[in-house]
T-cell receptor
Framework: GEDVEQSLFLSVREGDSSVINCTYT??????LYWYKQEPGAGLQLLTY?????DMKQDQRLTVLLNKKDKHLSLRIADTQTGDSAIYFC???????????FGSGTRLSIRP | DSGVTQTPKHLITATGQRVTLRCSPR?????VYWYQQSLDQGLQFLIQ???????AKGNILERFSAQQFPDLHSELNLSSLELGDSALYFC??????????????FGEGSRLTVL
């Protein structure tokens, strides 16, 4: 199947870490992505990870991949108000060009 | 600004009508993707074109059709509209090296409201 699942909402306090989780079902998925959608805008690629990697770090962002459990997470350190957005997890098989997105997790930041 | 242009930004129409959404990809991008974003369905892949030819098809209804023209712009046609077609329709394009990075560049979307 081609299902990517995420929780719909997450609320964190400013300065704390945010962890957004995602599960996918296609074990042949080779590329996994995190996209960010700010209010009134289209999606923008935040980061991606290949399935042969366990972790990828990019400044405040850390992506963890558990291929056995088909679980992907995005950690945002020191969450700021500018991080308020919808975060989409997505997957793609190496043989395919289409990207399948999850429903998105709306991250809200409280003071 | 992603470089992907979508028109119109907003559209309000009645059930049974037909509309056309337009997308101009980033300069140099040959692939165009259409996605539908609704509150209850999340972001659904509809269809992809590459250099004028259909490349992949997702959950696109038979009432919907798309095409990519020689100048690489694309149109999504939605006909016999129903209330449930109300959604944000995104177009995205990808660069020539898409198969390496998988990065899609999204437009700001066309918000369709069917009354």
């Amino acid at each position: 199947g081609e299902d990517v699942e995420q929780s719909l909402f997450l609320s964190v306090r400013e300065g704390d870490s945010s962890v957004i989780n995602c599960t996918y079902t296609d074990s042949s998925s080779t590329y996994l992505y995190w996209y960010k959608q700010e209010p009134g805008a289209g999606l923008q690629l935040l980061t991606y990870i290949f399935s042969n990697m366990d972790m990828k770090q990019d400044q405040r962002l850390t992506v963890l991949l558990n291929k056995k459990d088909k679980h992907l997470s995005l950690r945002i350190a020191d969450t700021q108000t500018g991080d308020s957005a919808i975060y989409f997890c997505a997957e793609r098989r190496s043989s395919a060009s289409k990207i399948i997105f999850g429903s998105g997790t709306r991250l809200s930041i409280r003071p | 600004d992603s470089g992907v242009t979508q028109t119109p930004k907003h559209l309000i129409t009645a059930t049974g009508q037909r509309v056309t959404l337009r997308c101009s990809p980033r300069s140099g991008d040959l692939s165009v993707y259409w996605y539908q974003q609704s509150l209850d369905q999340g972001l659904q892949f509809l269809i992809q074109y590459y250099n004028g030819e259909e490349r992949a098809k997702g959950n696109i209804l038979e009432r919907f059709s798309a095409q990519q023209f020689p100048d690489l712009h694309s149109e999504l046609n939605l006909s016999s509209l129903e209330l449930g077609d109300s959604a944000l329709y995104f177009c995205a394009s990808s660069p020539l090296d898409f198969l390496n990075t998988g990065e899609l560049f999204f437009g700001e979307g066309s918000r369709l409201t069917v009354l």
